[in-house]
């Protein structure tokens, strides 16, 4: 059982990037995928989820410039980041859980499965 996040690097302040996290062993169907980014010293942020009827959700720093969607065929979940800022740069990670509660997700609470993160850098 096993999350991987992938898609991170460097990007220009006003940029894009699309952010996949993949399963391997299971089926994200029935789960919740929540996306957390962390920088050295502060604490994990919950960013956004989507839940397994595919309401979603975002933290207001990123709302309204990125955008989760999930194909549970590819058993991906995918994280557009559009109009990217220098303070969007961390490590992102991606999770599975079963709660649908934003509130729980955001804190990773119920998450049952994490993944590796993958670098964000937002710099000229």
């Known amino acids: 059982v096993q999350l991987q996040a992938s898609g991170g690097g460097l990007v220009q302040p006003g940029g894009s990037l699309r952010l996949s996290c993949t399963a391997s062993?299971?089926?994200?169907?029935?789960?919740?995928i929540g996306w957390f980014r962390q920088v050295p010293g502060k604490e994990r942020e919950g960013i956004s989820c989507?839940?397994?009827?595919?309401?979603?959700y975002y933290s207001d720093p990123v709302k309204g410039r990125f955008t989760i969607s999930r194909d549970n065929a590819e058993k991906t979940v995918y994280l557009q980041m559009d109009r990217m800022k220098p303070e969007d740069t961390a490590v992102y990670y991606c999770?599975?859980?079963?709660?649908?509660?934003?509130?729980?997700?955001?804190?990773?609470?119920?998450?049952?499965?994490w993944g590796k993160g993958t670098q964000v850098t937002v710099s000229s």
């Open positions: 062993g299971f089926l994200i169907d029935y789960y919740t």
């Open positions: 999770a599975a859980g079963y709660s649908s509660t934003w509130a729980f997700v955001a804190r990773g609470y119920g998450m049952d499965y």
């Open positions: 989507i839940t397994n009827d595919e309401k979603t």
